[in-house]
């Protein structure tokens, strides 16, 4: 294996850019030359690729975003897409691919390995951390450290003001952003699509922390909640009472940005020489990824058919502390 390429596709995550560097300087150090792809998957299918080198990459490690740019392709869903994309890469001479994403750009990798046999490896570049093979997704930390910065200030107000505040964070289809960050922020409550906490359930906890002269409280909800978004929810417990003074705030992409922790800067690094190492060793369809401290590789359709499961530990941790 002599060239590779690497490309980052769907939502941004902090710590990618840290991975393309690490990518990139690992394959130098093999002697391999590296293209860097743009636009993700539309770039692999309009041959947008540009060589990289060891000074490509420098003083990125601790940038947000993603260098080489990302954008949701619909052309790679279909054969015709992908077989063009294959094209390129053959006629670029390049014998191996990095993909850094989540679900979505597994899935496009996986079909795409497995009709044209080219050699795939992927790393869990997405701040959801819903990707099984890894203990934890680059940019979930930093994430869930920028939800807790924010947080904090809100309750500076809520204090102030003895107010209920709903802040409604990310995760479309899973609550681990939202339950991290509710025992970190001593959230009264947390509503994510595994929990399970209806609208009494919620406003059963509300009135016990009103009875211990609680004046002020925060609830964390994944924007995938099965009761609906933060606005819905504090709708439906102003129906049931009208005793709080409720306000609402959707972090939304805000959660995207920012420079990656040290954590995500030190796992992208270690997962992108382990994609590179992976290539050069023969491996193939396969998600690099970092298991009780060890590296691992895990296929792609394990890492986004098999979803992390929430630590129900931490649940119980959340509830107890809450009162």
């Not at 998957?41 to 990302?70: C, E, M, N, P």
């Not at 597994?106 to 490896?121: I, L, S, Y």
């Not at 939800?147 to 200030?153: L, P, T």
Request: glycine content about 12%; overall charge neutral; hydrophobic content about 40%.
């Amino acid at each position: 294996m002599k060239k590779i390429a690497v490309l980052t596709s769907g939502g941004d995550a902090p710590g990618m850019n840290a991975a393309i560097r690490a990518v990139v300087r690992t394959a130098v150090f093999h002697d391999m030359e590296v293209l860097g792809v743009f636009q993700g998957y539309q770039g692999l299918i309009k041959g947008d690729f540009k060589r990289l080198h060891v000074r490509s990459v420098a003083k990125i490690l601790g940038r947000g975003g993603t260098i080489l740019k990302s954008a949701r392709c619909m052309d790679f869903h279909d054969l015709e897409g992908r077989k063009r994309a294959h094209i390129n890469l053959v006629e670029a001479n390049i014998d191996g691919l990095v993909v850094i994403g989540g679900n979505g750009t597994f899935t496009g990798a996986m079909k795409f390995g497995r009709e044209t046999g080219f050699p795939v490896v992927g790393l869990p570049g997405t701040i959801d951390n819903d990707l099984s093979g890894s203990d934890s997704t680059i940019g979930f930390d930093t994430a869930i450290n920028t939800v807790i910065d924010a947080v904090d200030k809100i309750r500076d107000t809520a204090d102030s003001h003895n107010r209920l505040f709903f802040v409604e964070v990310m995760g479309r289809d899973s609550g681990f952003i939202a339950l991290k960050s509710g025992i970190a922020t001593g959230a009264v409550a947390v509503m994510t699509p595994e929990m399970g906490m209806s609208i009494d359930d919620l406003v059963a906890v509300l009135h016990a922390g009103e009875q211990s002269n609680k004046t002020s409280s925060i609830v964390i909800v994944a924007e995938g909640d099965p009761n609906g978004g933060a606005y819905e929810i504090a709708k439906r417990v102003k129906e049931k009472t009208d005793t709080y003074e409720t306000r609402i705030t959707v972090l939304g992409h805000l959660q995207r940005g920012g420079s990656p922790s040290c954590f995500d800067r030190v796992l992208a690094s270690r997962l992108g020489v382990a994609a590179v190492e992976a290539l050069r060793q023969g491996h193939n369809d396969v998600m690099a990824g970092v298991i009780d401290d060890k590296i691992e590789l895990t296929p792609f359709e394990i890492a986004i058919s098999t979803k992390s499961r929430i630590n129900e530990d931490e649940v119980r941790i959340a509830r107890i502390l809450s009162i």
